[in-house]
């Protein structure tokens, strides 16, 4: 079992839609969750970060954790076009970065 | 603000030569980097931590004769891919530290290397 879940998609949506991405985890020493967006031949690009229970709101884009659960999400409300590319999950330990396999979403318009 | 550049962008060399990739922080100290790989539709493969001014930390697997890790300053790392083989061709990113608080990590744009 990977330390960290995610459905690589790839997930398809129309303009406007609202998206939710999710990870689970099975490290409960994991302190500090991240989303990245990746469009192609680029490098990731850090989209939000939290660290307790709850959520994290951010223009368009919200993060939630749940920690009890061992699992994350991302919500991004009134998705466009550009929001196409991949979504990657990341959760901090011992200084290093656990990422998921990456979402692929593709916003059609 | 945390912005990282990678140069070159993307470079093409022969069998046997030595390539190497810089990574800077532009507008903050990173004491840690790293040096990652990613194969198409895969995720990143932490390939080693770099430190200033002490030996990277390689990950498992990862030959540390054939990628030849620098950090000497703050703000730049570099990797060098020593013999090059096709078989190092990849998407090679970096990234650095800005907080050992929340570990958050800033990426470069990545550097495609293509090995004939």
């Known amino acids: 079992q990977k330390e960290v879940e995610q459905d690589p998609g790839p997930l398809s949506v129309p303009e406007g839609a609202i998206v939710s991405l999710n990870c689970t985890y099975s490290n409960s020493a994991f302190q500090y969750f991240m989303w990245y967006r990746q469009y192609s031949r680029k490098g990731p690009e850090l989209l939000m970060y939290?660290?307790?229970?709850g959520n994290k709101e951010d223009g368009r884009f919200t993060a939630q954790v749940d920690k009890s659960s061992k699992y994350i999400s991302l919500f991004i409300r009134d998705s466009q076009p550009s929001d196409s590319a991949t979504y990657l999950c990341a959760m901090s330990w011992a200084g290093k970065l656990i990422f998921g396999q990456g979402t692929t979403l593709q916003v059609k318009p | 603000g945390a912005v990282v550049s990678q140069h070159p962008s993307w470079v093409i060399c022969k069998s046997g030569t030595s390539v190497k990739i810089e990574c800077r922080s532009l507008d903050f100290q990173a004491t840690t980097m790293f040096w990652y790989r990613q194969f198409p539709k895969q995720s990143l493969m932490l390939m080693a931590t770099?430190?200033?001014?002490?030996?990277?930390?390689?990950e498992q697997g990862v030959e540390k004769d054939k990628f030849l890790i620098n950090h000497a300053s703050l703000t730049l790392s570099t990797l060098t891919v020593t013999s090059a083989h096709p078989e190092d061709s990849s998407f090679y990113i970096c990234?650095?530290?800005?907080?050992?608080?929340?570990?958050?990590?800033?990426f470069g744009p990545g550097t495609r290397l293509t090995v004939l």
């Open positions: 990234s650095a530290r800005d907080s050992i608080i929340t570990d958050t990590q800033y």
């Open positions: 770099s430190n200033e001014g002490s030996k990277a930390t390689y």
């Open positions: 939290t660290y307790s229970s």
